[in-house]
């Protein structure tokens, strides 16, 4: 078993592990895929081809071709989720894998299921022929029309689609979890507010295993829209051109992705012989917009930090890689304000440069690429924001080094959490 | 972990108080509805809050989030001004350690938001350039949408600068959200927290939804008849809104600031079915490891429970099912406990509900009345506990569950209990 560090966080009894990831994002429907892709400098940033964006030019960081995951869930009921589904059926699959754990293993209302979902958005088609079968002759809407007859041409099941707990809880049918559970919605920071559940039931006997994670939005005409009108995004012809180095006023771009982690008690990990990845830490949380009203304050990001910092009893300076949850100045300047930014500096990635902003699953999926890229030095320089140019490339590898990640929502929302890698192996 | 004020308003009141009253009088709040065009629809019912009673925004040159506040939320911020009045929350000075907890859906889009999203080019489809152009489709809409928006603002209003959470796990978000910031509290991450649900569904778009999957009674003699939780002319749930809060904070905490102590939150559990979406689990195994994990998290067994709020929606399914899970869980005991639906008088609230009946329970535990399950005229041979049927009771009890239910399978449950120095 791993040697654990005079400084960790948490007495020994109360540890909570990760022993188990998944993903699907951009650049790939696994881990390996996804990690395989960011170190050969790919981008999973393209143009939106797929529906009217009203403008050409919108790009995004879609998963264009998401798993196909076996189920038996009725193809109406399927279509009403859309790519929700297989985002989290195909994430969830991957950790419960790679931890090991089957079916047979845990009764099922042992076993705890925590996740941030992403906004859903309805579909066109839903109400498409109910609109078209109430428009007058001129083309406007006859609302009379409409409200005596025209609505019963809405999809019957477009109610499902509506919620954001239908996806999770199809999840939860088809993994056969049936343990404490909760949906947190929808931004920046819900992922990781997922994983904070999920070590607290864990930490307090309620579950012996515990699934947390996140889905993004689905990429729309609906999510682009709101992105846009937000002031997250810019139409295309108003855009800089590549982003600065260091990560401050970067273009942003939407990105979908699920991720999972698997989480436990150390002690029983270790009891089944799981590979042990990391030590959960620390959380911290807060809430205050900036002054513009579009993201969390620097204030309130520093918050988060400190209080994730003071969580797991770490220093700055002990921290070793800091994993970016946006592309904010407000982040970078609360960074910078915490961290020594000289060359003992942590190392610094910014996913979203390359994989979108994936929102309720960004948190989890840069705590899965934070733990499955054991040398930091292969990452390309795109998504590393620091050290800067001149600097040297970044550190690594980093088996044991402790890693930050933050959720930044776009209403005033942050989290930030830290775990602690381990070598790998328990037995 | 106590009860430091708590706040509602409903179909059947502009407060708790009032609130309280009219359930204990055994007032129903449904009627046929106003807000939208209901003509042709086989539900025309529901449960509408008086616009009169929806506070103002408590501050002023906030143009820019009321635009941004959805009615629910509107809702909402009567509920939590009530609570933190009752509270005494404004004498709290460090704010960075007071959170937000929301179960809550967001706004549906209106008919309207329809037309205007998505124009009819002329050519079968959909025209979407105009969504984003100045004047064609305020943001704002966007942001009504967005549960986690709600949250925020009720953040900013009430200056609560803490932990901040969204859940949206329907029916079951109200009672998470108190559940989960309990949790919150109990870890040290917050001081004290605003926890509960508001939702507002009596809209063409959101209504229509559940028209579309026969979820909403459409047999009644007359509205305030519809909704009658465990008898057995039953034939689905009314819609209503609503809203509900409570402030939580720990009682060393309240004691140390001298703060009104209402109640004890002695556990919470939640669970999921995992079995169907649109069915709840036959044998309610789901509903009975919720209730059997707040009583275990209470540290009590089954036999200290003195009374059940349920969940009670007057669906065929959910009424029978969770009779089954409270026999499953209290044993023989299980017809001497009584048991009864706020949502006989209020409707069903969604999001709110959980909230809303947490804090009637409160009220009920400290002024020794059991609120009553109205409309209870015909009995279900499978539905046979103790409904206390048609007119509230007076009783001495300190141990009690609050259950709510999601729609897909997501249960939780809540043990309040009185407190007692």
Redesign the interface.
Known sequence: MTAIPESSSFPLTDRIVITGLGAVCSLGNSIMEIGRGLRSGKSGIEEITDFDTGEPGFSAAQVKNPPLIKTDIHPQLARSMGKHLSLLLASTEEALCSSGIRPDMFDPQDIGFFAGMGMVDYHVEDLLPAVLKSLSRGGDLDYDRFFFSGYQEIYPLWPLGMLNNVVFCQAAIHFGLRGENCVFSPHGDAGIQAVAEAVKVLREGKAKVALAGGVSEEISPLSLARARLKGMIRPPEHKSGAGSPEGAASEIVLGECGAMLVLEPMSGAIDRGANILARVAGFGFSCEKDHRGSFASEQAIISAIEGALSQAELGPGQIELIMFGSLSQNEMEAVREIFDMDLEAPVMVATAKTLGEALAAGPILNTAIGLSIQDLAVLPRAICPYPPTGGGAPRGPSNTGRVLINGISYEGRCASMIVEKTAGETK | MVVTGYGMVTPIGKDSRETFENARNGVSGIDFLSSF?T??LPCRIGGQVDDSWLNTLPAKGLQ?IEKCSSRGLKLMISAVSEAVAAARLDLVEDR?RI??SLGY?GE??S?ED??L??R?S?K?????????KNGV?S?FN??R?????A??IL??LFD???????????CAAGA?AIG?AA?IIR?G?ADVMIAGGCESNLN?SGF???V??RALSERYSSPEKASRPFDRKRNGFVMSEGAGALVLESLDRALERKAPIFAEVLGY?????????TDVHPRG??AA?AMQ?AIA?AGLTCADIEYINAHGTSTLQNDQIETLAIKKILGERAKKIPVSSNKSMIGHTIAAAGAIEAGLTIMGMNRSVLLPTINYEFADPKCDLDYVPNRARELEHGVVLSNSF?????NACLCLGKFRR
């Open positions: 065009e003509e042709g820019g960075d959170g937000v859906h549906n889009p008919v329809m037309l999203l998505y009819y002329g079968d489809a959909w025209d979407v350039s105009g969504l984003t489709y943001f966007f942001f949408r967005k549960p986690d928006v949250t925020s953040s900013i609560c600068r803490g932990s901040n959470l969204t859940i949206v796990s329907a998470q989960e949790g870890e991450k063409f229509v939804g559940f579309l999957i559990g939640s669970s999921a079915d995992a079995f169907r979406i195994e789901g490891f994990g998290d999601g729609f897909g399978g997501q």
